[in-house]
């Protein structure tokens, strides 16, 4: 029974919609041969899961999670439009419905990873009396709005300082040399798809060990739960861009300016959904002579949908000299629910992704951005070949 069937979303080819804004569209079905249907209807749905496997052989063991965020159904023919016998018949030919949807404000963004997802679709299904179903599907992108604006602590740079020191090999009790010291800064600490982070990087190479290269990583962090406050969790840390640079020879002090552009990525969010939750940071790798462990730094960042405006360069922090690794974030008016008391690492906290903006379009003041299929977006495991597409500005420096 030959029937197709297209959806469209109304002025949206790109097929993105960002939660808290009404979906609406128009689906055209169409038969060459009569039929008789008990019911056709759109079901618009968001779903997120999770599955990994640890352990080997018959010892292995899966977990699986699932969260459900969007389960809407809109009938095009329902059962109150029946007649006689609980059928209607569809005379071969074209016919167009409508649908309408408004997104809750609290979905998280469309993710695809290589131990789970979060997906959104329309499933158009055609109930034929005894036939299978003919079900229609197209997945679509949604994006959770998280503006950088919302934050004050976003808009300050961020200053990270690490010393490292290395002791002779197999000569434990003797006296370390001095410190390699690694001083890293950017200018926010918020960044949209398609903005370039202007990183600086000081080495002053005080050791006994030279670096042959420094390598900067910007890193996506994408941690995978069974359920809400789960115990069984797996973490998966891709590197989305790299980059090295020159080393720094003993005795010498070296100056780095990295340009990281920011490729289409899904924004950060650690709250949203119970079982994926994402963030990003830059990490810089010195590397130095076997038997003696690189120095790595860690620069916390927060992919946005939307970037930072006017933004004002503050005074920084002077190194505080006995800490090995110290961060120092500019004097800025934090929410009240962010503390200023450093963790166990000597890191100040960054406070949480704000929510989506209460207005229902989220760029009523900035050129609208384009919208570019996902960088690293590997799959799990289905029948499944879809990208989400996440907003690029073309905003080029941070």
Same mark, same amino acid.
């Given at each position: 029974?030959?029937?197709?069937?297209?959806?469209?979303?109304?002025?949206?080819?790109?097929?993105?919609?960002?939660?808290?804004?009404?979906?609406?569209g128009?689906c055209?079905?169409?038969?060459?041969?009569? @039929?008789?249907?008990?019911?056709? !209807?759109?079901?618009?749905?968001?779903?997120?899961?999770?599955?990994?496997r640890e352990?080997t =052989?018959?010892?292995?063991?899966?977990?699986?999670?699932?969260?459900?965020? @969007?389960?809407?159904?809109?009938?095009?023919?329902?059962?109150?439009?029946f007649?006689?016998?609980?059928?209607?018949?569809?005379?071969?030919?074209?016919y167009?419905?409508?649908?309408?949807?408004?997104?809750?404000?609290?979905?998280?963004?469309?993710?695809?990873?290589?131990?789970?997802?979060?997906?959104?679709?329309?499933?158009?299904?055609? =109930?034929?009396?005894?036939?299978?179903?003919?079900?229609?599907?197209?997945?679509?992108?949604?994006?959770?709005?998280?503006?950088?604006?919302?934050?004050?602590?976003?808009?300050?740079?961020?200053?990270?300082?690490?010393?490292?020191?290395?002791s002779? !090999?197999?000569?434990?009790?003797?006296?370390?040399? %001095?410190?390699?010291?690694?001083?890293?800064?950017?200018?926010?600490?918020?960044?949209?798809?398609g903005?370039? #982070?202007?990183?600086?990087?000081?080495v002053?190479?005080?050791?006994?060990?030279?670096?042959?290269?420094?390598?900067?990583?910007?890193?996506?962090?994408?941690?995978?739960?069974?359920?809400?406050?789960?115990?069984?969790?797996?973490?998966?840390?891709?590197?989305?861009?790299?980059?090295?640079?020159?080393?720094? =020879?003993?005795?010498?002090?070296?100056?780095?300016?990295?340009?990281?552009? /920011?490729?289409?990525?899904?924004?950060?969010?650690?709250?949203?959904?119970?079982? #994926?939750?994402?963030?990003?940071?830059?990490?810089?790798?010195?590397?130095? %002579?076997?038997f003696?462990?690189?120095? #790595?730094?860690?620069?916390?960042?927060?992919?946005?949908?939307?970037?930072?405006?006017?933004i004002?360069?503050?005074?920084?922090?002077?190194?505080?000299?006995?800490?090995?690794?110290?961060?120092?974030?500019?004097?800025?008016? @934090?929410?009240?629910? /962010?503390?200023?008391?450093?963790d166990?690492?000597?890191?100040?906290?960054?406070?949480?992704?704000?929510?989506?903006?209460?207005?229902?379009?989220?760029?009523?003041?900035?050129?609208?951005?384009?919208?570019?299929?996902?960088?690293?977006?590997?799959?799990?495991?289905?029948?499944?070949?879809?990208?989400?597409?996440?907003?690029?500005?073309?905003?080029?420096?941070?």
């Amino acid at each position: 029974m030959p029937i197709t069937c297209e959806v469209h979303f109304d002025s949206n080819p790109a097929k993105v919609v960002y939660a808290g804004q009404v979906l609406s569209g128009t689906c055209r079905l169409t038969s060459t041969e009569h @039929l008789y249907v008990r019911s056709i !209807f759109i079901r618009i749905q968001g779903t997120a899961h999770a599955q990994w496997r640890e352990g080997t =052989d018959e010892n292995s063991k899966t977990f699986t999670g699932d969260e459900d965020y @969007l389960n809407e159904r809109t009938y095009f023919v329902n059962r109150s439009t029946f007649y006689a016998g609980g059928e209607t018949r569809l005379l071969a030919g074209s016919y167009t419905y409508n649908f309408q949807c408004m997104l809750p404000p609290d979905l998280p963004s469309s993710f695809e990873g290589e131990f789970g997802y979060i997906r959104y679709c329309t499933r158009v299904v055609i =109930d034929i009396p005894l036939l299978p179903d003919q079900t229609f599907e197209q997945l679509f992108t949604v994006i959770k709005a998280v503006n950088l604006n919302a934050d004050p602590a976003l808009r300050a740079p961020f200053i990270a300082e690490r010393r490292k020191t290395f002791s002779p !090999f197999l000569l434990c009790c003797f006296k370390s040399s %001095p410190p390699m010291t690694i001083l890293a800064r950017i200018p926010v600490r918020g960044y949209t798809p398609g903005q370039v #982070i202007n990183l600086e990087i000081n080495v002053k190479n005080e050791s006994d060990q030279p670096a042959s290269k420094f390598t900067i990583k910007l890193i996506k962090q994408v941690s995978y739960y069974v359920c809400e406050n789960s115990t069984s969790q797996k973490h998966e840390t891709i590197p989305i861009l790299r980059m090295e640079t020159r080393g720094c =020879d003993i005795g010498k002090e070296e100056d780095y300016r990295v340009n990281l552009e /920011v490729p289409s990525i899904p924004p950060s969010d650690f709250s949203t959904s119970n079982i #994926i939750k994402v963030k990003y940071s830059i990490s810089i790798i010195g590397s130095v %002579p076997c038997f003696h462990f690189d120095p #790595i730094i860690d620069l916390p960042i927060t992919i946005g949908t939307n970037p930072i405006q006017d933004i004002t360069p503050a005074a920084n922090g002077d190194p505080h000299p006995d800490d090995i690794i110290i961060y120092h974030p500019t004097s800025v008016i @934090l929410p009240p629910s /962010v503390s200023q008391v450093p963790d166990q690492n000597n890191q100040l906290p960054y406070s949480a992704v704000p929510s989506a903006p209460s207005a229902p379009f989220p760029f009523p003041q900035e050129e609208p951005p384009s919208y570019m299929q996902a960088m690293q977006s590997a799959t799990i495991a289905d029948s499944n070949n879809f990208t989400p597409k996440y907003p690029m500005y073309n905003q080029r420096t941070s």
